[in-house]
């Protein structure tokens, strides 16, 4: 049983990055999966999440309007869209089945000029 995040990397203040979320072992639509990330010398955060089927999600009110959570059932994939992406988005961006201690190992994301 396996998450595997991927999708991070360096990217200037007022980018993109789309994040992926591959699990093996078990069917991901099983699950509500949040996005979680950690900056340096922070505590771990909620940044959102999705619903089993999709159709319900919730993003922190420091990502509303930028990040869009979605998934991908038949592809065993949740993605998390980051537009307008500002040095403050810099962390380790987790995945989690809800409700479960799968995790993945995080990928990071970084924003800076």
């Known amino acids: 049983v396996q998450l595997v995040e991927s999708g991070g990397g360096l990217v200037q203040p007022g980018g993109s990055l789309r994040l992926s979320c591959a699990a093996s072992?078990?069917?991901?639509?099983?699950?509500?999966i949040r996005w979680d990330r950690q900056a340096p010398g922070k505590e771990r955060e909620l940044v959102a999440s999705v619903s089993r089927g999709g159709g319900n999600t919730y993003y922190a009110d420091a990502v509303k309007g930028r990040f869009t959570i979605d998934r991908d059932n038949a592809k065993n994939l949740v993605y998390l869209q980051m537009n307008s992406l500002n040095p403050e988005d810099t962390a380790v961006y987790y995945c989690?089945?809800?409700?479960?201690?799968?995790w993945g190992q995080g990928t990071q994301v970084t924003v800076s000029a």
């Open positions: 989690n089945a809800i409700g479960t201690q799968y």
């Open positions: 072992g078990f069917t991901l639509s099983t699950y509500a």
